[in-house]
């Protein structure tokens, strides 16, 4: 069974830093897109980041210049690098993957990790 296990988070102070990490596990040959998105209560979930297997990248403008995705394809993991941290920052981050080759083929379909909780207090 395919899964994304995410790790990372937790209580910080405002202008403190944490990195999230996201591993995929399972059976898993490709993976094309991967990414965060979060929500905090009483919103709706948004992006955070995404990053392709080509190397495009797409970072939401709220957290431009603060926040940092990678990936490491050999390992099947994506991180988010969040520095600078403001209280609008505070959410449950969930990692994204899409496009993924489970060796029949590739499926558009997403899968989500079970999120983690980032809280930045003022």
């Known amino acids: 069974q395919v899964q994304l296990v995410e790790s990372g988070g937790g209580l910080v102070q405002a202008g403190g830093s944490l990195t999230l990490s996201c591993t995929a596990t399972g059976i898993i040959f490709y993976i094309n897109h991967l990414g965060w998105y979060r929500q905090a209560p009483g919103k709706q979930r948004e992006l955070v980041a995404t990053t392709s297997n080509d190397g495009n990248t797409n970072v939401a403008d709220s957290v431009k210049g603060r926040f940092t995705i990678s990936r490491d394809n050999a390992k099947k993991t994506v991180s988010l690098q969040m520095n600078s941290l403001k209280p609008d920052d505070t959410a449950v981050y969930y990692c994204?993957?899409?496009?993924?080759?489970?060796?029949?083929?590739?499926?558009?379909?997403?899968?989500w990790g079970q999120g983690t909780q980032v809280t930045v207090s003022s």
């Open positions: 994204i993957a899409a496009d993924i080759d489970y060796g029949l083929g590739r499926d558009p379909a997403p899968i």
